[in-house]
Structure formats: structure tokens, C-alpha cells
């Protein structure tokens, strides 16, 4: 199986920063596929972050936080990372991290089989 841990989360003002961390785990975890972030805020259907390839580094981001938000890889740790940069209260949300046997990058829910526990960001305005 396949384990993901988030971190990083917390409580920001507007135009601050966070940085959250997904390690990965597992017998049956392939570093070599991608991995994707997505969030949740309440009363609001989990929708897709960013994405990133561990092999060929390609990224993908959702419009609404392009230029502010941005993912790496620390491909020796399993590690991925999401600096988010000019956070704004409407980045407010349960953020997961997710998994996929694919070397694509997948930007809906459906095309992830696993999750992370999610961690909390809360940005005040």
C-alpha cells in the first residue's frame, strides 16, 4: 500500500506564506508516478491545486493560484512540497495530497486512488 502524510499547514494572515510537505511511503509506492494536491473548503467540492511529475518535473497549476504557488519534489525523501506565496482568504481549505500510478499528470479526483489525511490552511483577512 501506499502511505501520504501532510504537513505545513496552519493559520496565516493574508499575504503570508505557507509550506506544506507530502512524504510518501509504502510497499507498493513507485516513485516514478505523479502526485497531485487538491483542496477542500467547506461546503465546497474537493477541486484540484497543482500536479507534478516525480521523473520529468512537469507542473501544472490550477489558474487560481498560478504565479503564487509552487511545487518540487525531493525525489531522495519521497517528498513533495507546495509553497504557497500571497495567500489569500479564499485559499482557505482542507488541503490533501494524492497519489496516482500514472507517469501523467491527472487533475480530478477520480484519477487518484490515494489520499493523505489533509491538513488545515486558514488565511485571515
Known amino acids: 500500500q501506499v502511505q501520504l502524510v501532510e504537513s505545513g499547514g496552519g493559520l496565516v494572515q493574508a499575504g503570508g506564506s505557507l509550506r506544506l510537505s507530502c512524504a510518501a511511503s509504502?510497499?507498493?509506492?513507485?516513485?516514478?508516478?505523479?502526485m497531485g494536491w487538491f483542496r477542500q473548503a467547506p461546503g465546497k467540492e474537493r477541486e484540484f491545486v497543482a500536479a507534478?511529475?516525480?521523473?520529468?518535473?512537469?507542473?501544472s497549476y490550477v489558474d487560481s493560484v498560478k504565479g503564487r504557488f509552487t511545487l518540487s519534489r525531493d525525489n531522495a525523501k519521497n517528498t513533495v512540497y507546495l509553497q504557497m506565496n500571497s495567500l489569500k482568504p479564499e485559499d482557505t481549505a482542507v488541503y490533501y495530497c494524492?497519489?496516482?500510478?500514472?507517469?501523467?499528470?491527472?487533475?480530478?479526483?477520480?484519477?487518484?486512488?490515494?489520499w493523505g489525511q489533509g491538513t488545515q490552511v486558514t488565511v485571515s483577512s
Open positions: 494524492a497519489y496516482r500510478r500514472s507517469l501523467g499528470l491527472g487533475y480530478s479526483v477520480s484519477e487518484y486512488a490515494y
Open positions: 507534478i511529475t516525480w521523473t520529468g518535473g512537469s507542473t
Open positions: 509504502g510497499r507498493t509506492f513507485i516513485s516514478m508516478y505523479a
